[in-house]
């Protein structure tokens, strides 16, 4: 396999710029401001202030300044994000195949990252953004090699991370929504070295086309092609992971409704932490009192000594409309709740059946497994590029989508393993129904275990019921 690389000096007129945004990422920018509000932490919502926290009427810049610099963003957003990646990838990715592949798990991104590691990081960017992408690359050669030389060397192909707003352009073969992609621009930040210990940040854009790409870069009045290179696919190694698709790389992000409730909980917090703040505290109100010819000094160790006539006390604010706020913020906590992803993010109260527990599970499953089939075949596509780079068979993918803790029970196992003595159910299906049952644990290699079983001369029924004597 063969990934040239070239590197240029080539100018080009700036009224056609790879540096623009298309019509169809511009649509979706507002929703993606929003996501990254709700999830990029109080430091970040609090520098958007003027589109999330504007300065009031007749209010100063100073007191605008010290309401946002008290302003606080409760993460719900990303806790639910988090929440649901968590319950998709409880279990861990099962792959299958070549060894090559095996290693190759262990650090698909080139940085260390373990697949499941690697999932996770896309399926949080996918339920944030609405969709994200794996871009399967592989590192350039100055001359072209054969496999075995290029296996060598222990060149090998990686996967990168795209998330949604650094896809700013894409053109389809044809207008049909499942055209194949013809054009996909990538923007990127990097990092180059200035003097000796310096370094400078560099815009660039990375334009892929099948079987090659090319690579600008920004600068202050136009802007440079960087490189241009080869590689041996015949197709853009960009695959899309869609948590709520609309179209060919267009989407709406899942959660929308619940960053937006999360935004206006920002707000009315920041208000109720300001308001108390400047109201909470009583003011103390002199009448009939000379400030220019006394001197008066306040606290629990001091008493005002008034002529007769003169008054002495204590203003605050009615306590009622600092609740009246609470209750509010109260409530916006109770729609985010109840908006979460079906029964994993709703809180229930009452007492239910076993069968009414069946149904919600079989409801929030429902949405779940969209996303996890949607992982799972983004995985596998991602796999069969990066075998076409090193001309290897790509791996079986196998995520599992019960995504609700249920550990099979007594009655279960003595069901499945009486199939299994009365051979409708094979030992290798007995011990995969054991695995994801949550009696056998998740790492167990279920062909191992059978080859030790048919050396001991011992069916797994028999060994299944020493090891469990109650059954």
Known sequence: MTYIGAVGTVSKNISDTPFTRSLEAIAMTASWNA????????????????????????????????????????????RIIETAAGAILRKPIHIEGNDYWK??????????????????????SSLTYGHSAILV??????????????????????????????????????????SPLTQVRIHEYTTQPQGDFGETQVEQMRVIYPGSYDLYIQGQKSFILHESGKFTLPEIPLVPIYANRLGMLRSQPPLLDIANLNITHYQRQADLIHALHVAAMPILILEGFDMDTNEVSVGVNYALSMPPGNKAYYVQ????????????IKAIETQMSTLGITKLFGQK??????????????????????????????????????SQYVGIEPPEIYLDRDFDFYRLIGQDITAITDLNTKGKLSDETLLEILRRGEILPDDLDIGDELERIAGNGVSTTEELNYASPEI
């Open 349 to 386: 109260f009452v007492s239910e059946s076993a069968d009414s527990k069946r149904i919600d599970q079989a409801q929030s499953n429902s949405v779940l497994a969209v996303l996890s089939m949607e992982v799972c075949a983004g995985l596998k596509r991602a796999f069969e590029m990066a």
């Open 35 to 78: 996501m990254a509000a709700v999830t990029l932490g109080s430091d970040f919502i609090r520098s958007q202030a003027s589109s999330y926290l504007p300065q009031e009427p007749r209010e100063t810049d100073e007191a605008h300044e010290s309401r946002v610099a008290r302003s606080v963003l409760s993460p719900y957003a990303q």
């Open 103 to 124: 290693k190759f798990a262990e650090n698909v991104d080139g940085l260390g990252s373990d697949l499941n590691e690697f999932a996770r990081r896309i399926l949080v």
């Open 317 to 328: 604010s009615d306590a009622s409309s600092f609740a009246a706020q609470a209750e509010e």
């Open 137 to 178: 690359d592989y590192p350039p050669a100055s001359t072209a090699l054969s496999l075995a030389e290029e296996r060598a060397l222990e060149r090998r192909p990686y996967f990168v991370p795209v998330e949604a707003p650094q896809i700013w352009g894409w053109r389809q073969e044809t207008t049909l929504p499942t």
